[in-house]
């Protein structure tokens, strides 16, 4: 490792915050560097999730299949009950309901998706489940929990006391507006090319805190809120979801990168688009996009500063903050 990198690493590790000039700056060294250095790769949305990308590693670099890897990394936030976005710990919708989204993909595109599930700690196991040994794509509901109980997954109270609290504290003034980037870390989307230069997707959230019982993000949606193909790359992100399920970003970072646009271009073009379809929301409404290539390229773009992203290459796991559309004057 040189200086420089041994420096990110240590410092980022030990987490101590670079500006973001620094990081942003790092990006860019890595981007250009991953040009010679292909697969494996893990990125996933937001720092925090340096404990998911690192759970992939470990499958990763033993040789392991991505799709195990994006399931366990999925697996990190979903169990970790101080994470308020994801699982165990997400805060709950407008009723007090934990309500749980997640989509899985794998490198021959089969995809198994579970939406609105209740007391189940690990949607994205559930999902991989619905892929692997069911004809269907998406279950949700009342009928993706008993398919996890017959599956063995055991029935689990997912609201914890700070998430009880925070929705008591909502409710005094229940007013539901998107909040850009409230404690960043949200949603985790997950990406990994394995070293078999296989790719796989996941995507795991508890939705937007205190939404309407019964809504539906993009995070369970194939093309929405993940989207791989072992043909090209892929992508996943996380935000205001109504945005993403409007534009099925996913998807549009994807075919940007099949015709030809590099991982840091594909997420600029999806994010241009949603700002210029929607120029009022973009304003108050925040989505960042992660993607990798087959050649192990990356690149991270959101409409608003504030994003991040944790990634794995090079036995280096590392976090950057992402370049973002919404540059406002000094
Ligand atoms: C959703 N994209 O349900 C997810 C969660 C999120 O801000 O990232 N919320 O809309």
Known sequence: MNSRR???HNTLLGGIALSAADLIRGSREILEKSDKSASPVVIATWGPNTKATAA???IISKGGRALDAVEAGARVP?????????????????????????CIMDELGQAGCVSFLQNIMHPISVARRVMEKTPHVLLTGEGAYRFARAEGFPHENLLTEVARKAWEDWKVRSEYKPVINVERHDTIGIVAVDQHNNISGACSTS??????????GDSPIIGAGMFVDNEVGGAACTGLGEMVLRTLGSFL????????ASP???AEAAIKRLVRKYPE???VAQVGFVAVDKKGRHGAYAIHKGFNYAIYQNNVNQVFESDYLLKKPD
């Open 6 to 8: 041994k420096f990110l």
């Open 56 to 58: 992939a590693w470990d």
């Open 78 to 102: 979903e169990a970790d009950p101080e994470d308020t976005s994801v699982g165990y710990g997400g805060f709950p919708d407008r009723d007090g309901n934990v309500t749980l989204d997640a």
């Open 207 to 216: 939705g937007a805190a205190f939404k309407m019982h019964g809504r539906v």
């Open 253 to 260: 970072v994807v075919e940007e990168m099949r015709r030809g």
């Open 264 to 266: 840091q271009k594909a």
């Open 281 to 283: 929301q973009s304003k």
